[in-house]
Nanobody, 118 residues
């Protein structure tokens, strides 16, 4: 059974930074494109960033987040990361990782709460 365990969230002031981690188990992690998603209160879950399989490092980030968010992966550690900087209150959400292919997603993990507030 595939498990997704997100961590690294917390309360941060505007302008601050956080690094989220997602540990993946129960699957051959390296062969799948992965992504980070987020869901703010009262809103639908949205794609934040995705990264291709393997070691190519090809990635893309939602247009409005470019320059502030970076996605990366460590295939040896079965982990995908989201580095977030210059955080804004509108970045407040629960952040999740999952496969980038919306037709082949795993069961969602518990997510990690990110709250940006002074």
């Amino acid at each position: 059974q595939v498990q997704l365990v997100e961590s690294g969230g917390g309360l941060v002031q505007p302008g601050g930074s956080l690094r989220l981690s997602c540990a993946v188990s129960g699957t051959v992690f390296s062969i799948f494109s992965m992504a980070w998603y987020r869901q703010a209160p009262g809103k639908q879950r949205e794609l934040v960033a995705r990264i291709s399989s393997g070691n190519s490092g090809r990635s893309d980030v939602m247009d409005s987040l470019q320059g502030r968010f970076t996605i990366s992966r460590d295939n040896a550690a079965n982990t995908v990361y989201l580095q977030m900087s210059s955080l804004k209150p509108e970045d407040t959400a629960v952040y999740y990782c999952n496969r980038a292919d919306s037709f082949s997603m795993y069961s969602w993990g518990q997510g990690t709460q990110v709250t940006v507030s002074s």
